[in-house]
T-cell receptor, first 118, second 115 residues
Framework: DGGITQSPKYLFRKEGQNVTLSCEQNLNHDAMYWYRQDPGQGLRLIYYSQIVNDFQKGDIAEGYSVSREKKESFPLTVTSAQKNPTAFYLC?????????????????FGPGTRLTVT | AQSVTQLGSHVSVSEGALVLLRCNYS??????LFWYVQYPNQGLQLLLK??????LVKGINGFEAEFKKSETSFHLTKPSAHMSDAAEYFC?????????????FGRGTSLIVHP
């Protein structure tokens, strides 16, 4: 069964600690994304990667870091520099633009990780 | 630049009534458009997508949306609401920006269904 997994579902950390959120997909998608979701603000893009070993900053990258060493994995680290890290984090994947002649593809989302920092 | 506006952060309907969730987009080129649904504490799931084929798009769970270029709209409808439709709905637009088609999401509309 293909899909995206995020772990853990709930995560609690003390202020000042870095924390890494896991995202794994077995859909053979090249593109992967990280979003932050806060009530009433929709989804805001943190980072995205369209190919292994390459990634780009999104709209709110400050205080976050990512790596893309494998096609299947795109972990997100929330650093102590992130001023307000408590949020719901969503990982997604998609086919890259241009595959099969189309320019854009729908995204497949993981179940999310709710991070609480106190 | 691309953007999406979802009118109404909350929409309340009675069970069996028409559902209408509004989405207006801004894009300098013909866009790809998507509607996603999110149930509490879950990820998003694709409802339907417009990819420049038919302007009336049918999706899952009885939902459909019509692309209207003249109105830059992509409103989501369902003839008869069911209690299980209560969820958050997101409209997204994807058009080229710097060679990429990274989508932009609206702020979401919470659909409340009354018995």
């Amino acid at each position: 069964d293909g899909g995206i997994t995020q772990s853990p579902k709930y995560l609690f950390r003390k202020e000042g600690q870095n924390v890494t959120l896991s995202c794994e997909q077995n859909l053979n998608h090249d593109a992967m994304y990280w979003y932050r979701q806060d009530p009433g603000q929709g989804l805001r893009l943190i980072y995205y990667s369209q190919i292994v070993n390459d990634f780009q900053k999104g709209d709110i990258a400050e205080g976050y870091s990512v790596s893309r060493e494998k096609k299947e994995s795109f972990p997100l680290t929330v650093t102590s520099a992130q001023k307000n890290p408590t949020a719901f984090y969503l990982c997604a994947s998609s086919m890259p633009a241009g595959a099969s002649g189309r320019r854009a593809y729908e995204q497949y989302f993981g179940p999310g990780t709710r991070l609480t920092v106190t | 630049a691309q953007s999406v506006t979802q009118l109404g952060s909350h929409v309340s309907v009675s069970e069996g009534a028409l559902v209408l969730l509004r989405c207006n987009y801004s894009s300098s080129v013909p866009p790809y458009l998507f509607w996603y649904v999110q149930y509490p504490n879950q990820g998003l799931q694709l409802l339907l997508k417009y990819t420049s084929a038919a302007t009336l798009v049918k999706g899952i769970n009885g939902f459909e949306a019509e692309f209207k270029k003249s109105e830059t709209s992509f409103h989501l409808t369902k003839p008869s609401a069911h209690m299980s439709d209560a969820a958050e709905y997101f409209c997204a637009v994807s058009s080229p920006s710097g060679g990429s088609y990274i989508p932009t999401f609206g702020r979401g509309t919470s659909l409340i269904v009354h018995p």
